[in-house]
T-cell receptor, first 113, second 113 residues
Framework: DAGVTQSPTHLIKTRGQHVTLRCSPI?????VSWYQQVLGQGPQFIFQ???????GRGNFPDRFSARQFPNYSSELNVNALLLGDSALYLC????????????FGSGTQLSVL | AQSVTQLDSHVSVSEGTPVLLRCNYS??????LFWYVQHPNKGLQLLLK??????LVKGINGFEAEFKKSETSFHLTKPSAHMSDAAEYFC???????????FGSGTKLNVKP
């Protein structure tokens, strides 16, 4: 079975631009979560979606938004990019509510210049 | 409030010697605790998960962790390090059991020949 897939793998944007990151969960997984990993730090929780509903939001500004589609794939959108948004963005899927294991994709490396 | 504290940012051991990576957590509830490993340019991989069933948890690749409620610790150990163990390790708590993970800042393990 395919694991969690993310696209693109790398992205370069300039300040003020908008970016969309995409994630396909493992087949059968209905929950998708997004994490931001800044260089040298542990991942930080951004969003969790389950059955297309937002179940949790981390401490991120409203410039960050996400959605989940009927096929359980997900998009993370970031508007008005700042230099500080440069990070590895990780998507994880799971089978909540009973399974707490998260399976992570390899991430999208976003560089904001 | 910090939920997970990894006490060492870097640990260096010789191949064949024991590994100890330290983690303390803070939680008002009985938490779910995990260790994840991140190899360079690869996604996060689950090493092991603590449930309330047993305080000593065995994971993949010979790793294990012991949950000590009195010390609020969940240290990761391995009897004999292998070169392939060199990676960054994250202690993770799911404080509210909602699949909203809080990551520690990570411990980079270096294994010397």
């Amino acid at each position: 079975d395919a694991g969690v897939t993310q696209s693109p793998t790398h992205l370069i944007k300039t300040r003020g631009q908008h970016v969309t990151l995409r994630c396909s969960p493992i087949s059968g997984h209905k929950s998708v979560s997004w994490y931001q990993q800044v260089l040298g730090q542990g991942p930080q929780f951004i969003f969790q979606y389950y059955e297309k509903e937002e179940r949790g939001r981390g401490n991120f500004p409203d410039r960050f938004s996400a959605r989940q589609f009927p096929n359980y794939s997900s998009e993370l959108n970031v508007n008005a990019l700042l230099l500080g948004d440069s990070a590895l963005y990780l998507c994880a899927s799971s089978k909540p509510p009973e399974d707490e294991k998260l399976f992570f994709g390899s991430g999208t490396q976003l560089s904001v210049l | 409030a910090q939920s997970v504290t990894q006490l060492d940012s870097h640990v260096s051991v010789s191949e064949g010697t024991p590994v100890l990576l330290r983690c303390n957590y803070s939680s008002s509830y009985s938490p779910s605790l995990f260790w994840y490993v991140q190899h360079p340019n690869k996604g996060l991989q689950l090493l092991l998960k603590y449930t309330s069933a047993a305080t000593l948890v065995k994971g993949i690749n010979g790793f294990e962790a012991e949950f000590k409620k009195s010390e609020t610790s969940f240290h990761l150990t391995k009897p004999s390090a292998h070169m392939s163990d060199a990676a960054e390790y994250f202690c993770v708590v799911d404080r509210y059991n909602f699949n909203k993970f809080y990551f520690g800042s990570g411990t980079k393990l270096n294994v010397k020949p």
